[in-house]
């Protein structure tokens, strides 16, 4: 049974870099597409942006300046980092997995994480 | 960038009836060559991640029960509930997978009557 773990902070102040990792247990790492996505307070989804096992990354745009994102394979996890975040950025940030019915990197989302509400506030 | 809208925005629905969501994406979602459909549904439960239902519009995923089902092609998608039953009272949200960025619908509400 695959699932995944994350963790990171989850109070920050305007300015600073977000910063999740997400861990990878009971599956295969390879050969899938890695999600970020978040979830405002009483909103909707947003995709952030996916990795692939070898570091071969598709960014959201509206984020892509912001974002970086970056793959450990050996250890089966993957992160996500937003820097110079805002109020705006307050969200449950979820990883999950693309796939496997995919193409390329086109995929539905089959395993999420429990989801890190992530506050930004001064 | 597809913008994904859903209908209704909450349903409420006896126990034993059907519910039915619809989702519309500002453009094609049916990729010619392989003549799939990049839509799928998943159902969010409150303090919980979404759960994948259906993908390629209409694929049930493992494990998700039969009275679930997903249709449509190109711009317009439905999701059925056959017999609603008190476990179902969730969000229910259409996802495109077919370009970047990729989008969610705003998300059905729906409840027990």
């Known amino acids: 049974q695959v699932q995944l773990q994350q963790w990171g902070a989850g109070l920050l102040k305007p300015s600073e870099t977000l910063s999740l990792t997400c861990g990878v247990y009971g599956g295969s790492f390879s050969g899938y597409y890695w999600t970020w996505i978040r979830q405002p307070p009483g909103k909707g989804l947003e995709w952030i942006g996916e990795?692939?096992?070898?570091?071969?990354?598709i960014y959201n745009p509206s984020l892509k300046s912001r974002l970086t994102m970056a793959v450990d394979a050996s250890k089966k996890q993957f992160s996500l980092k937003l820097k110079s975040v805002t109020a705006a950025d307050t969200a449950v940030y979820y990883c999950a997995r693309g796939g496997p019915y995919c193409t390329g990197g086109n995929c539905p989302f089959d395993y999420w994480g429990q989801g890190t509400l992530v506050t930004v506030s001064s | 960038d597809i913008v994904m809208t859903q209908s209704p925005d909450s349903l409420s629905v006896s126990l034993g009836e059907r519910a039915t969501i619809n989702c519309k994406s500002s453009?094609?979602?049916?990729?010619?060559?392989?003549?799939?459909?990049?839509l799928a549904w998943y159902q969010q439960k409150p303090g919980q991640p979404p759960k994948l239902l259906v993908y390629?519009?209409?694929t049930r995923e493992s494990g998700v029960p039969d009275r679930f089902s997903g249709s449509g092609s190109g711009t317009d998608f439905t999701l059925t509930i056959s017999s609603l039953q008190a476990e179902d009272v969730a969000v229910y949200y259409c996802h495109q997978y077919y370009s970047v960025p990729f989008t969610f619908g705003p998300g059905t509400k729906v409840d027990i009557k």
């Open positions: 390629w519009a209409s």
């Open positions: 990795i692939n096992d070898s570091g071969s990354t």
């Open positions: 453009q094609s979602v049916l990729y010619s060559s392989n003549n799939k459909n990049y």
